[in-house]
C-alpha cells in the first residue's frame, strides 16, 4: 500500500469493535488512509480485509495497537471502558506530540444504561491525565449510534459534540466528524465538559431500549 | 382566587427568576393552577401579579417557599445550585408524599460554561437523598433556555429529557412537559441519569456564547 503525504492517517485503536470498524469504514471511504489497532494484530489485519472489500479499496490496514498509534498522524481509542486504561499506558509513549480523540464511554456492565461517573469524571479527563501535556486529548463521536455507521448509504442523523482544550486539535477533529455524511460537528467546550457528552450516551441506550429503536441520537436546536 | 379541585396546582420554587417565571407563566397558560415560592414572600407576590398581568387571568399566587410547598400537589425546584440544599431542608417536611421536580444545574459561577460534578453526582441525586424515600424526586426541563419561554407565541424547539425512579412519578411530569408548545418528553431513565442531563446545560450555555445563540437546545433523533 503506498501512502499519499498529503492524506492523513487515522489510526483507531478498538477499530475492531462495532464503534470503531464503523468509524474505520466511513474515514476509509472519504479518502482517509486508516489503520485498525487491536490487541490482537491477526484480528485486526483481518478486520482490514474485510472493510477494504465493502469498499473496494486498499486503504485499510490492520496493525497492533503500538504500532497503529506509533504510524498514525492522529489516534481514535473507542475500546471498552475496562480496557481504557491499560491500552492508553500501552501507547502513551508512541502517542506523544499526536492527538487523541477519545471515544471511550465510561459505563459499567451489566448497567450499560446508566450513568456511571468514573473516579477522574470522564475518560476523557483520565486519558489527559495519564498521556500528559504532550498529547492534546479532545472527546468526540460518543453519542453516534454504531447501528448505522455500516451501512454506507445510511446518513448519520446525530450531531458529534466536540470536547477539548486546544482548538487546533478541535479543529482537525471537526473536519474528520464533518467526512461522515449527516454528521455534524457542534463546539461543546473544554475537555471538562466531556462529562455530559460521556454520560450522554448510556441515556441514549436507555432511550434505544425503552422506545424500540436501534440508533437514537442528538441534534443541537436554535443554532440556525 | 378559587381553585377548581380537579386542576393541579403546581409549586415553583425559585418562580422569580428567569427560568422558573417562565416556567410559571407557560403553565399557568395551560390551566394549571401555579404557586409562586420565593424566600421573600413579598417578591413572589408581586412576580405574581406580573405574570398574571401578562396572561390577563388570576391564576398564579406568591408565596413563601414553605407555604408553597406545603399548597401544592407538585413542586418544582429551579433555583442557584448553591441555594439548592437550604432551600431543600426548610420544605423538606412540607415536600412528604410529594414529586419534587428539580430543575437545578449545579454549576459553580463564573464558571457556567463548564461541567461541574457535585459530590453527591448530581443537584437530584442529592435532593433525593436529603429528602427521603418519602418524596418521588423528577429530574427534568434542565435543558430549556429561559430565553424564549416568557414569548407564549413562541414554540419552544427542545425535547425534556425526564429522569426518575418512580414510573407514575415521571408520568406527571410528562404532562406538565407536553403543557407547553413544542416541547416533548422523553424517557430518560433512572434519576441516575440526571448526571447526563444536567451537564448538559452548561454545555448548551457554552454553545450559545460559542455560536452567538441565544436559546440552544436539544432534541433526541431517531425515534419515529
Chains 1, 2 share one sequence.
Not at 489485519?45 to 472493510?51: I, S, T
Not at 495519564?130 to 445510511?154: C, E, K, T, W, Y
Request: proline share 4%.
Amino acid at each position: 500500500m503506498e501512502s499519499d503525504p498529503k492524506v492523513m492517517t487515522i489510526a483507531v485503536l478498538g477499530g475492531t469493535g462495532r464503534e470503531g470498524s464503523g468509524l474505520v469504514l466511513r474515514w476509509a471511504q472519504s479518502g482517509y488512509r486508516v489503520l485498525i489497532g487491536s490487541r490482537d494484530q491477526a484480528r485486526a489485519a483481518q478486520k482490514a480485509d474485510e472493510l477494504n472489500a465493502v469498499i473496494g479499496e486498499d486503504v485499510i490496514q490492520g496493525l497492533d495497537n503500538v504500532g497503529a498509534a506509533r504510524e498514525a498522524d492522529l489516534v481514535v481509542l473507542s475500546v471498552p471502558y475496562a480496557a481504557h486504561e491499560d491500552i492508553l499506558r500501552s501507547v502513551a509513549d508512541a502517542m506523544q506530540g499526536k492527538i487523541l480523540v477519545d471515544v471511550t464511554v465510561p459505563i459499567q456492565p451489566p448497567a450499560i444504561r446508566t450513568v456511571y461517573v468514573p473516579e477522574g469524571k470522564s475518560a476523557s479527563l483520565e486519558a489527559q491525565s495519564l498521556l500528559g501535556d504532550g498529547v492534546r486529548v479532545v472527546a468526540a463521536f460518543h453519542n453516534v449510534s454504531s447501528s448505522h455507521l455500516p451501512d454506507l448509504d445510511h446518513s448519520i442523523n446525530c450531531d458529534v459534540l466536540v470536547c477539548g482544550d486546544d482548538a487546533d486539535a478541535k479543529s482537525e477533529v471537526f473536519q474528520l466528524v464533518e467526512a461522515i455524511a449527516g454528521m455534524r460537528a457542534v463546539d461543546a467546550g473544554p475537555l471538562a465538559n466531556a462529562v455530559a457528552v460521556e454520560a450522554l450516551t448510556p441515556v441514549l441506550m436507555y432511550i434505544n431500549k425503552r422506545y424500540k429503536v436501534a440508533g437514537a441520537g442528538i441534534r443541537i436546536t436554535g443554532l440556525e
